[in-house]
Nanobody
Framework: QVQLVESGGGLVQAGGSLRLSCAAS????????MGWFRQAPGKEREFVAT???HYADSVKGRFTISRDNAKNTVYLQIASLKPEDTAAYYC??????????????WGQGTQVTVSS
């Protein structure tokens, strides 16, 4: 069992940066693939990035995913933010994939709002 808690979201101007964190509990954290997804109001949840350096085309070159197994934490560094990046961001643990159904565990989400 893995429990995930995201933090680091907020309100930022276009062009700004944020670092999202996802703290995981559970001794088996290192055995899971980790990913980030996001969901904007009225839209379906979409893939953002997964460890293994796979990124959605919309975020390539701006977002960087990393993990620190010693701290049981996954990060999403986001830069050059655009208003269309506004969404609730979720981290997830499961099997390596770009599809949400492959992830068994989800955090509660952290809101990122980008003003123009």
């Amino acid at each position: 069992q893995v429990q995930l808690v995201e933090s680091g979201g907020g309100l930022v101007q276009a062009g700004g940066s944020l670092r999202l964190s996802c703290a995981a509990s559970g001794r088996t954290f290192s055995s899971y693939a980790m990913g980030w997804f996001r969901q904007a109001p009225g839209k379906e949840r979409e893939f953002v990035a997964t460890i293994g350096t796979h990124y959605a085309d919309s975020v390539k070159g701006r977002f960087t995913i990393s993990r620190d197994n010693a701290k049981n934490t996954v990060y999403l560094q986001i830069a050059s933010l655009k208003p269309e990046d506004t969404a609730a961001y979720y981290c997830a643990a499961g099997s390596y994939s770009t599809t949400s159904k492959s992830y068994n565990y989800w955090g509660q989400g952290t809101q990122v709002t980008v003003s123009s």
